[in-house]
Structure formats: C-alpha cells, structure tokens
C-alpha cells in the first residue's frame, strides 16, 4: 500500500486519548455545574422569603400611611425573572386621585410635591425595619402643597413619638402654627445668623 500514512494509527489512538480526556472534562464541568446549581438554589430557597417578607413589612406600613393620608399606595418587588438579580429593585406604586390607577412614582407622572408625600411616607415605613438611635430629617416639606405639608408633620410627629421609636431631629425653615405637639416634642427655634444685628432682642412668646 503506497503513500500510507504510518502514523495513521498513533494519530487515531492520540485522538481518541484526546477525545476521552474531553468527555471527561465535560463531565466534571456539568457536575460542578449541577452542584453550583443545587447550592445557589438552597441559598435563594433561604434568601427569598425574607426578602419577600421584608418587602411585604415595607408595603403594609406604605399602605397604613398613604390610606391615613386619603391615599393608596402599594410597594412591590420588581424584577423580570427570579434568577436575573441585576433586574431586582424596589418599585413604588401610588394613587392620589380616586378616579385614578395606580402607578409607578415617577417624575414624568406625578408632581414633586406627589413624588415628596410618597418619598417621605416611603422612609418612614422604613423605620419599622432598621433600629438605629436617632434619625434627621431635613427640610421633608419642600415641593408639599399645604394640605400634603400639615398631613405629613402631624404623622410624622406621631411616629416620632410612639414608644420605641428612634428620637428624630426635625430641621425646616418653615415650622407650621397649629400643629399636634405632646409632651415627648422639643422645638428648638434657632434665631441667630450673620445678618442679624447684636442688639437685637426677640420675644419669648
């Protein structure tokens, strides 16, 4: 037999070496896969539900304040598959006329003074998950019309003073007449600036 290749059959066996190294590689890399797979499914089985109640704790105490304020709120969790963690997020739904759905809060569809009522209400249902000393709130009313302004001060002077709430630190330029104060309530009224002349004497009441 001429032009035979002799080294027709190492070649063939080589391969065939090569080939079995593949499968087993192969083989190695699905059960490596298949136990990532089972661990990743353990964690998750223990990581969603709190997640789920957590978010579920945020959404009760959303609702409880928007329903007290005349509103409807909900919060949701948004996400495209169970397994897409990147699409995870929190999402906010909010309606604030009865002749309205719910929708998303966003700044193409409601007011600022709306987005305000919904972002504040939102970091107080968020008390009830963090204990933490003292909280400071700075400046919450701005954007709020009068109505959504007063609601907003007198629920949360409310929470601030429950029992076992943190202490908070209200700070505003604009602290409203006729509010509902109790005993567990400090306003502090800070007069001094640069502007203000030394000999000027403001009364106690």
Known sequence: MKNLNSEAI???????????????TIEAKSTQEKNLDAVMST?????EPQLIKLIETINNKFSEFMDSLSYVGEVVL???DKSDFDS???QIMVKYRKDAKLQTLDKYIQSGGERAVAIAIYSLSLQHITQVPFRCVDEINQGMDAKNERHIFNLLSKEAT???SAQYLFVTPKLLLDLNYNERICVSVVHNS???KSDVIFPLS
């Open 43 to 47: 964690l998750f089985n223990q990581w």
């Open 78 to 80: 948004s996400r495209k």
């Open 162 to 164: 429950k029992d076992g």
């Open 10 to 24: 190492a070649d063939y066996q080589r391969r065939q070496a090569e080939v079995e190294e593949l499968r087993k």
């Open 88 to 90: 995870y997020g929190i």
């Open 194 to 196: 640069g502007s203000i």
